[in-house]
């Protein structure tokens, strides 16, 4: 496995992979990987001949006051996990080699970056969205891999792909979760063991939600109300907010039907997660 | 040659050429193609293999009130224009083909876009850059042609394909004069006998500068004024700006030093027109 800091090396990389005649998979990744991320280069190796992972914590996705300086950077468990699960090239730039000037040119994506995280996180999509354009201008992947756990940048990207012709297929893979249902998630631990135990609630709370719509409760004002008792059961837990949106288009749905995102973000101390659940409300 | 009004199809016609081993050559266009666009594709057919030449006139680059709906569409001239120069394709795809849904996805180049034109076409380097970078995405060329002509667009594109990492070279192209020294344009055509004439003044004001500098001037409202005396010489033109700025970072000058941009707009009449000069200020 060749691990490649500059753009000028991944870009070799890919290129003898693509004369060979191997259709290039990437998965874009800040690092600290887990089983999550390991999912993704699994669902890559399986479809593509060459895997590349990205491990690149993108300053210009965190907003002030967040988390850059401190999120994990276990680089070398992360070349592990690559390697063991099969992939070939590691692109691991420094800020300098991706941002080496000051930045001016910004892909943003309208409406959709604007609900549930937006609201919170001013600029975060916009960052996303940039830094997968580069990224992509940089691998030139034939497939790119995404997590669900991160629903609003899973349809952000998707629809930048789109409108802007790039040569690319997206797929979104399942979210991963931990035995009592927390998505798996580089943040997972940030949490004492106290908040770990306390973060079940927000898979309990989603898969509430989904029992209510499969129970045929249709008024979003009602599952919304639910789901936030549930959450309310966990003292230590506050809300960001409860979304129970259009799956594609993320707006705000007052009654549901159709595909439905089921979207949570609450803040356990210090610690801000986000977890989401799709689901078909069945018809009538 | 071929003529491509699909996505799928000039990708296709791009692959085969890919595949032969052929280096591509891109010259975007808005069609009403005249000697300047014929030099782009003479510089793409002297470096490529296989050049592809979109005619695309761009609705997300005009402004409410502008040229849209009356801007020339000679296709037939546009595609004779095109075998004669030996382009190997034209991809004329239909608004419908490029954006077929609500567009969502911009690019937007901060600081570059806003001075000059930027001041008085709100949004239109947005949309140059939104549909260059689907363009790009499309035809996947190893290098893009651009003119001079557009001082300010060559600025945002160089920075915009540097910013975002495409794979691709930006080669920018000497304007091409009239006799009397008018920039080819596509609206010069929307000149009457007499406009035409007078528009002959924007080149005259524009040598008027670069002699100043070469004769040792380093005050550049000096050099704007002298500039604006020679445009007020006819009557019929209305001045939008004279522009003395650096030829990089577009910044307005106080004293001329480096390589300096010096760039016009003006009105005659309906028409708006735009031309510049690129001058080396000698040290000292």
Redesign the interface.
Known sequence: MQVAET?AEI?ACVARARKAGKKVGFVPTMGALHAGHASLIDAATARCDYVVVSVFVNPTQFGRGEDFNRYPRPFEKDVAICEEHGADAIFAPSAAEMYP?E??????????SEPLCGRFRSGHFRGV??VC??LF??V?PDVAFFGQKDAQQAVVIR??V??????LEIVICPTVREPDGLAMSSRNQYLSPGERKDAAVVYRSLSRGRELIGAGERNADVIRARMQATLQEVASVSIEYIGIVDAETLEELDRVRGRVLVAVAVRLGPTRLIDNILVDAPPG
């Open positions: 753009i870009r000037r930045n001016l040119s910004w892909v943003t994506v309208e409406k959709l969205a940039t354009t580069k201008n940089i030139c629809r930048m789109a409108d802007l012709n790039m040569p």
